[in-house]
């Protein structure tokens, strides 16, 4: 049961509630005795101030004479006494005469001039009494005793604690209550959602909470966790798509090894065919193993399990260095290679890296640009960024395949690009390298007027 938010939730309220509720109402209950106090206090000041003005003398001798008193002493709710100097009773209302008991101490201090209060219980009443001097001339020559009834006040006070003890656990039980059923009812929907989640599985990612929920803390969640689930089928159906790509890509190159094998053991041949089926076989094999080393170089990217080197790099020397691998291959087909050197421009990267991604721009320059047409490599900085340029005069990228060039095996013209042999990965390998350095690759052509690619690195400086 505990375990259960809506519990512990409505628990910690209730107790909290619960001491909130019990300093509140000692609060009121100290503070309404407090008031009450003072004014029965007040009140028996007041008497006080009454009879001694109605107080006359004879011989001396303090008294009440005729005088009235307001208020029907009968009731036993108030009485007064008057007493001379020796203390002897002049004056006596409280009915029956002396049914209030005499308390000789208060008496003696109000003869040695201090006024003292005491609460004395009688047979009808609970009396709140006042004792005080009466002067002439500063001389003490007499005392007042007068007394209120405190039952107004104890009522008062019981009333209160009465209210307070039958209000204070219906109170806490009323919160309960709604404090089960408010936490319940915030919580509902987190319930939705984990009824909703548990049908979402591994096989089935398409599933959503889709939960018309508002904009607060359980809507957020739950918009967040659909956001999570659409990352994870996209990432589930990328990795899928990848799997069946590469198994596509690797069984051509196996089916055409399998189909040259066949045809060549179907009967005896001469010593040069076989050596022309072992060439084909060969070329085959060598795409194989170009293909398997950029599938095992992305995988390894993907799982972050490529070491990236931080060294100083002469970014000039790379460009180079590239160029110059290519030269051959470019020569073969006529195409002229222009170089165009930039500024001196050092970054922090990993060398191999580099070269590898100028290299497959390179590559794909020369491999896609007809005979007799040129490529043109350069490279600066800019804002602060390292730019390598290779464009050329080739076929160019027509703009509904521009943006998709960089995914993986995304081949423009899968038969004419498979025969030069790319499998379409060798852009997406060059783009993670960029992104591994901080930078980007991007590609821009018309068709027809050749492509230019634009790879931008962060300078460390
Ligand atoms: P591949 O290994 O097949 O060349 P890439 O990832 O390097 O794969 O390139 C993806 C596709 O982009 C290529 O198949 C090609 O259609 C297109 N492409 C790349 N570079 C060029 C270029 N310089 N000119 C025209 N098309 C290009």
């Given at each position: 049961m505990f375990r259960s938010i809506r519990v512990r939730l409505t628990l910690w309220y209730v107790v909290l509630l619960a001491a909130i509720l019990a300093v509140f109402s000692g609060g009121v209950f100290l503070g309404l005795r407090e008031n009450l106090n003072t004014n029965l206090n007040d009140s028996l000041d007041n008497r006080a101030d009454i009879v001694r003005s109605l107080v006359s003398y004879e011989d001396g001798r303090p008294s009440l004479g005729g005088a009235d008193i307001p208020g029907d002493p009968l009731e036993g709710e108030h009485f007064a006494r008057v007493f001379d100097s020796s203390g002897d009773?002049?004056?006596?209302?409280s009915s029956p005469a002396g049914a209030v008991p005499l308390d000789q101490d208060a008496l003696t201090t109000a003869l040695s001039g201090a006024a003292t209060r005491a609460s004395t219980e009688t047979s009808r009443e609970q009396l709140r009494i006042l004792t005080t001097p009466i002067r002439q001339d500063s001389a003490v020559v007499g005392a007042i005793q007068v007394g209120l009834s405190e039952g107004d006040f104890r009522e008062t006070l019981n009333t209160l604690t009465l209210m307070i003890a039958i209000a204070y656990p219906i109170t806490l039980l009323v919160a309960s209550a709604g404090g089960v059923f408010l936490a319940g009812r915030a919580l509902s929907p987190i319930d939705r959602l984990t009824r909703v989640a548990r049908q979402i599985t591994g096989e089935d990612l398409s599933q959503r909470l889709d939960l018309d929920l508002p904009d607060d803390e359980v809507g957020r969640l739950a918009r967040t966790f659909d956001e999570m689930i659409a990352r994870l089928d996209d990432a589930f159906k990328r990795q899928r798509r990848f799997t069946a790509d590469a198994s596509h890509e690797l069984r051509t190159p196996l089916t055409a090894i399998k189909g040259q094998a066949e045809v060549a053991l179907q009967r005896d041949r001469e010593p040069d065919a076989y050596k022309q089926v072992l060439q084909a076989i060969n070329h085959e094999v060598d795409r194989l193993i170009r293909l398997v080393a950029s599938l095992l170089t992305l995988a390894r990217a993907d799982a972050g399990q490529i070491p990236i080197a931080r060294e100083a790099v002469d970014l000039g020397r790379v460009v180079t260095d590239a160029v110059e691998q290519v030269r051959p291959a470019a020569s073969a087909r006529t195409i002229r290679l222009d170089v165009q050197p930039g500024p001196d421009v050092r970054l922090v990267a990993d060398d191999d890296l580099l070269l590898q991604l100028v290299l497959n721009l390179l590559d794909n320059a020369v491999k896609f640009t007809p005979a007799g047409g040129s490529v043109n490599v350069s490279w600066g900085r800019e804002d602060r960024q390292a730019l390598v340029c290779v464009s050329d005069t080739g076929p160019g990228i027509s703009p509904e395949h521009l943006p998709h060039?960089?995914?993986?095996?995304?081949?423009?013209?899968g038969a004419r690009t498979r025969a030069g042999?790319?499998?379409?990965?060798g852009l997406s390998i060059g783009r993670w390298i960029a992104e591994a350095h901080g930078g980007s690759i991007s590609a821009e052509s018309m068709p027809g007027e050749g492509a230019t690619f634009t790879v931008r690195l962060a300078l460390s400086d």
């Open positions: 009773v002049t004056f006596d209302n060039i960089f995914e993986r095996f995304y081949r423009v013209d042999g790319g499998a379409g990965l």
